[in-house]
């Protein structure tokens, strides 16, 4: 399980000299404790005052709610909705005094049914880290169709930054590049990049065997 400096550490390799991280008060955290008669679980606790859920990182796409839009809800602690409302992610309430608890996901239906998302809160932050970049909050990005020719290139060239069965995909990645390549079917899959700069993503567009349905630089 990640730590949080391990966190840290990866959002400025992903973000660089672009990152601003805006630490969650401590009242506005010990507010929303009282509110709900909880104690946030310490991974989460320890996110907030790291980073703000108002910072790029927690709301390019999905996003991280704000300490006072906190609420408990079919069972479970929800904090974590995405980016159209359609998935929220949450601790089951027997899992909140837990240090890092598993996280489960539901469809925003009238009743929740929750499912397990992840074995523990700091991974699913570290993978909503990844995903946010390749999704808005890195300037420049990219999505198309990988052959099998494409991940090879792309496992030759970076290290393995990140690994999710459930949603079949790794993300890939260094010196400002993010690449994430879901997993294939008959030969091909869907690839996202982004990159601190427009540079970059022009060089990957060119390098990349990908069938690119877009690429779209910060000054396009």
């Excluded at 974590?80 to 890092?100: I, P, S």
């Excluded at 009238?110 to 909050?137: C, H, I, P």
Aim: aromatic share 10%.
């Amino acid at each position: 399980m990640p730590t949080i400096q391990e966190i840290h550490n990866a959002l400025l390799a992903l973000y660089g000299d672009a990152l601003r991280l805006t630490p969650e008060p401590i009242e506005v955290l010990e507010a929303a404790e009282a509110r709900l008669g909880i104690e946030l679980p310490a991974a989460l606790r320890s996110y907030y005052q790291l980073t703000a859920h108002s910072d790029l990182a927690n709301r390019a796409h999905n996003r991280l709610l704000a300490p006072d839009r906190l609420e408990i809800r079919d069972g479970a602690f929800l904090f974590y909705v995405e980016n159209q409302g359609v998935t929220f992610w949450g601790v089951l309430a027997e899992h909140l005094d837990l240090l890092d608890p598993p996280v489960h996901a539901a469809f925003n239906e009238d009743a929740l049914e929750w499912e397990e998302d992840d074995e523990s809160l700091s991974r699913f932050l570290l993978k909503m880290a990844y995903w946010q970049t390749v999704n808005g909050g890195l300037p420049n990005i990219g999505l198309g169709t990988a052959s099998h020719a494409t991940r090879q290139q792309v496992e030759d060239r970076w290290p393995l930054l990140f690994r999710d069965d459930g949603y079949r995909l790794s993300f890939f990645g260094g010196d400002g590049a993010v690449v994430c390549l879901f997993d294939q079917e008959e030969g091909s899959g869907e690839i996202q990049v982004a990159t601190q700069s427009a540079e970059q993503l022009k060089e990957l567009g060119q390098m990349l065997l990908v069938d690119w349905d877009l690429l779209e630089g910060a000054d396009d």
